[in-house]
DNA sequence: CTGTTAGCGCCTTCAC
DNA sequence: GTGAAGGCGCTAACAG
């Protein structure tokens, strides 16, 4: 004898009515209710996940993918880890479960995606590190299943999300640099398909224009997602005749890499070479200027993303507008942005 | 109609022949089982989670406990991410999945952990972050549920732990700093009950003793476990008149705060207090000098700690010992660490 | 207000 | 080698 069956023997009544009372449905007696109530408290019990989940067809769980592997275990992952912190304890005050998916660099990322939805695990997803063409949100499409993105897509579709001002972020950096009188000022960005290094490279490009600048191609540093990719930048950078002044980048290891390589080569980070990264960072900490950032509220990010995924997926009839949202950030400059000289 | 039932009626075959098929049961002609497999292939068939885990009452899935909140969002999590990659990996192979289980500051960690274990939707768990006393620990027990704690604890129970070598760490650099002439040797913990701590310190008291130097209490250091934290170990130290010349801590944060803060006093960490800590960090990326610290393979360590928890929940029968292993590290000197002048 | 019962999707035992 | 049927724990619909 177990689970729900135990609890109603040891009371005395049926399983129908120790269901109705521990969901709170109508239609109990209140004195009934209490007991049931109290004797599951006592007992620690808990309807049992498998049956309820059958049942119900809900697991009153939402899940978030996150990509992991040798690239996002050296860096820092700080930015997450502030993320569902807040997104979870929005989610806890409904009843709701946090868990993370994660999805290692050498798998299939369609492959995993297309067994969590299919194992019926979660009631909703969080799909996060959104990719230019991301044929993940088409599956999540076709799968019913509610979601909700961390960072937009060109990917066609009517699908909430939510994201960092990457736009916002290169042009009052570009702006700002230009202000001070660079004319040179360089962008670097990681290689591959994740959509924030486009937007960041086109607002960059536009407000090069806009400036009267011209975004050549020899002040585009595109390279690895890494301290050891940011160096390789500083390298490049500083190979070139027509030294650029100023860069802007939005990955922080970038950063960290490229900072440590201008220092290995004596170049002074600001004085030499102005710098604008994207978000402060654990690696940033000791740099000597400190690196001039964006400041952003991840917690208040967090309790948004959570509240509209929380909406789809459980008041879907309330829920009659998309979420799409851009978390505003403001620019805290230090000595790493210097006036030219 | 859904699930294994559309699947075997697609193929006019029974829904028995077909979970055999699946689960690679004895017992079926293998041109019938090519079929399903083919079939399930194609239309991305996976058996639903809450259907297998109601009848088997196994959800081919482990929990791992891991500590949020303001602290931990602030801090570098770079170890747990190394670990749990590392743990991931190694159980995909198996096809099993890992799920973290943010367990927030805010809440209880006992009604966190009797809830998961109520659920029932995990088949095994690894506890990490454990204190000295851990009640939790006898939660476990008591639930029957296979656990394996990241970190031991005094609390008695016959449970299985892998661990790094905090002893080992402290006795080592308190030996190779009194080698190098230092006498004032001071350590640095943080506030609270967390057993590494414990063991830390202890060591660093036998080590002492053991090389004729006094462990008083003017060498011991408690603060938060946060940058500020080391801050305030730095000006207490600073201010003492019989300064101490050399420390070492076993917390990263605190680490960086307490080079923070010596800088800032125009201090030199090494040249003037030799800083022997933990483990390497991202908040001690560009710290001048580099710190002293130990290296240990987390890669290593994860996939044992997946094989550990993996043997006890699904060859029962063969884990007849109980895994207790401490993670090897070796000793690797900087700038950090000089003689005493 | 309370008891009884069907059935969520799956695996396994028992027939054949 | 395959089909049929029971039941894992739970909730909801239906009787009383």
């Given at each position: 004898m177990t689970g729900i069956r135990a609890l109603a023997d040891s009371l005395n009544i049926s399983i129908g009515t120790v269901s109705r009372a521990l969901n709170g449905k109508p239609?109990?007696?209140?004195?009934?209710?209490?007991?049931?109530?109290?004797?599951?408290?006592?007992?620690?019990?808990?309807?049992?996940?498998?049956?309820?989940?059958?049942?119900?067809?809900l697991t009153n769980t939402i899940g978030m993918v996150i990509g992991t592997g040798p690239a996002a275990a050296k860096g820092d992952n700080n930015f997450f880890m502030a993320v569902t912190d807040a997104m979870q304890r929005a989610m806890l005050e409904r009843g709701v479960d946090l868990i993370l998916l994660p999805c290692h660099a050498a798998m299939d990322p369609l492959a995993f995606l297309q067994r969590t939805l299919q194992r019926g695990s979660i009631d909703g997803l969080v799909l996060t590190a959104t990719l230019?063409?991301?044929?993940?949100?088409?599956?999540?499409?076709?799968?019913?299943?509610?979601f909700i993105t961390l960072g937009r897509s060109r990917t066609p579709g009517n699908y909430a999300w939510m994201d960092l001002d990457f736009e916002g972020a290169a042009r009052q950096s570009v702006a700002r640099l230009a202000e001070l009188g660079h004319r040179r000022i360089a962008i670097g960005i990681p290689k591959g398909q994740a959509n924030l290094s486009a937007l960041y490279l086109e607002s960059w490009r536009q407000q090069m224009q806009a400036e009267g600048l011209s975004p050549s191609d020899d002040l585009l540093f595109v390279d690895d997602f890494t301290e050891?990719?940011?160096?390789?930048?500083?390298?490049?950078?500083?190979?070139?005749?027509?030294?650029?002044?100023?860069?802007?980048?939005?990955?922080?290891?970038?950063?960290?890499?490229?900072?440590?390589?201008?220092?290995?080569?004596?170049?002074?980070?600001?004085?030499?070479?102005?710098?604008?990264?994207?978000?402060?960072?654990?690696?940033?900490?000791?740099?000597?200027?400190?690196?001039?950032?964006?400041?952003?509220?991840?917690?208040?990010?967090?309790?948004?993303?959570?509240?509209?995924?929380?909406?789809?997926?459980?008041?879907?009839?309330?829920?009659?507008?998309?979420?799409?949202?851009?978390?505003?950030?403001?620019?805290?400059?230090?000595?790493?942005?210097?006036?030219?000289?």
């Open positions: 239609g109990v007696n209140p004195e009934t209710r209490d007991r049931v109530l109290k004797m599951a408290q006592e007992t620690g019990y808990v309807a049992n996940a498998a049956g309820r989940n059958l049942r119900k067809g230019e063409q991301d044929p993940r949100i088409a599956m999540l499409e076709a799968s019913h299943l509610p050891a990719g940011g160096a390789q930048v500083a390298a490049r950078l500083l190979d070139q005749a027509d030294r650029p002044t100023a860069i802007l980048m939005c990955s922080e290891p970038m950063i960290s890499g490229f900072c440590g390589g201008l220092l290995g080569a004596g170049v002074q980070p600001g004085a030499d070479v102005s710098v604008i990264g994207f978000r402060q960072s654990p690696l940033l900490r000791h740099l000597a200027p400190p690196i001039s950032c964006f400041d952003m509220d991840l917690d208040a990010l967090g309790e948004d993303m959570a509240k509209a995924i929380l909406g789809l997926v459980y008041d879907a009839d309330n829920a009659l507008h998309i979420t799409r949202a851009i978390s505003p950030m403001t620019y805290v400059e230090t000595a790493s942005v210097q006036p030219l000289r």
